[in-house]
Nanobody, 121 residues
Framework: QVQLVESGGGLVQPGGSLRLSCLAS????????MGWYRQAPGKERELVADISSRGRANYADSVKGRFTISRDNAKNTVYLQMNSLKPEDTAVYYC???????????????WGRGTQVTVSS
């Protein structure tokens, strides 16, 4: 019914930048919160940043000042601009939404398949 597809991951040197995108498709009238999570090997999945439908953003302390989340509601897309990347940012980054309104139903808790971000020299 709803699919989230991430893109934009890759290999980057420390101090570099990447921009992730996540497109939501399906029977969508409105999306509530959209966010980015990440999971490094051997670690639990953690919130990186999320953004409400009105544009209110929330960030993990570890990325504040370096990452910027934004969204385009008309395109059902959320972005994550990542600057000043560090090796500890290496992880699989997942897109998530907590609620989608189809016009007749509310659907909950969708995840993308993830995109790998590797920060290494």
């Amino acid at each position: 019914q709803v699919q989230l597809v991430e893109s934009g991951g890759g290999l980057v040197q420390p101090g570099g930048s990447l921009r992730l995108s996540c497109l939501a498709s399906g029977s969508i009238t409105r999306i509530n919160v959209m966010g980015w999570y990440r999971q490094a090997p051997g670690k639990e999945r953690e919130l990186v940043a999320d953004i409400s439908s009105r544009g209110r953003a929330n960030y993990a302390d570890s990325v504040k000042g370096r990452f910027t989340i934004s969204r385009d509601n008309a395109k059902n897309t959320v972005y994550l601009q990542m600057n000043s990347l560090k090796p500890e940012d290496t992880a699989v980054y997942y897109c998530h939404t907590d609620q989608v309104y189809t016009g007749s139903d509310y659907l909950y808790d969708y995840w993308g398949r993830g995109t790998q971000v590797t920060v290494s020299s």
